[in-house]
């Protein structure tokens, strides 16, 4: 989907999403010391809320102004509106302006493999040394089961893959499949898997 197509999705209804944070970036997130954070991808807010409520200046990005306008509007409701910097930019073609960040994160982006090496590769300049990246997405092992994915095995990948494409310069920290319930179309309990790569920049 271009940026038109989700700030049509976003526009159209409310919420898209839950709400609620990622359960991986609060799980593994949850025991560092609060710095500077980036957020990649941020649709309507819910991680950079989250990281803002628990003590990190986040700096959220994503190429859907009305995503944007709508996650804004919720900080401002819970009184961060001064503890999180929303920036309108496409991926493909952003930069940092600002020193490296402490932690840079996000979850499910799922594009075709060049485009998303590059982005991976931007957000990993983008750490300080001793910062942390954490990269989020669907395992390839879901297209197996049947729960609504893009049928592309190309959007996929492994922690494996990730942590070979950092280098050196690194310490991988987490490097998993993670299981989850999730209920399948027609009813019934599935587990599906997601990518979870926690590095630290050496």
């Not at 997130?29 to 649709?43: F, K």
Request: a negative charge.
């Amino acid at each position: 989907m271009d940026q038109a197509e989700w700030d049509e999705r976003y526009g159209a209804r409310e919420p898209v999403w839950s709400g609620r944070a990622n359960a991986t970036l609060v799980a593994q997130v949850s025991g560092l010391a609060p710095g500077r954070a980036l957020e990649a991808a941020a649709g309507e807010g819910a991680d950079a809320i989250w990281l803002a409520e628990h003590g990190w200046r986040v700096t959220a990005l994503d190429f859907s102004a009305v995503g944007l306008a709508r996650a804004e509007a919720a900080a401002t409701e819970r009184g961060l509106g001064e503890a999180i910097r929303w920036v309108h930019a496409d991926l493909l073609d952003w930069a940092p302006d600002e020193p490296p960040y402490d932690l840079v994160t996000s979850h499910y982006l799922h594009l075709a493999s060049e485009p998303r090496n590059r982005i991976y590769a931007t957000l990993a300049a983008a750490v300080a040394p001793g910062g942390r990246l954490l990269i989020v997405g669907h395992h390839p092992s879901d297209l197996e089961v049947g729960v609504g994915r893009p049928s592309d095995p190309d959007r996929y990948f492994t922690a494996e893959q990730l942590a070979a494409d950092l280098g050196a310069g690194w310490t991988v920290e987490q490097a998993l499949a993670a299981p989850r319930p999730a209920t399948h179309p027609e009813g019934h309990e599935v587990t599906i898997r997601d990518t979870v790569l926690l590095a630290r920049r050496d």
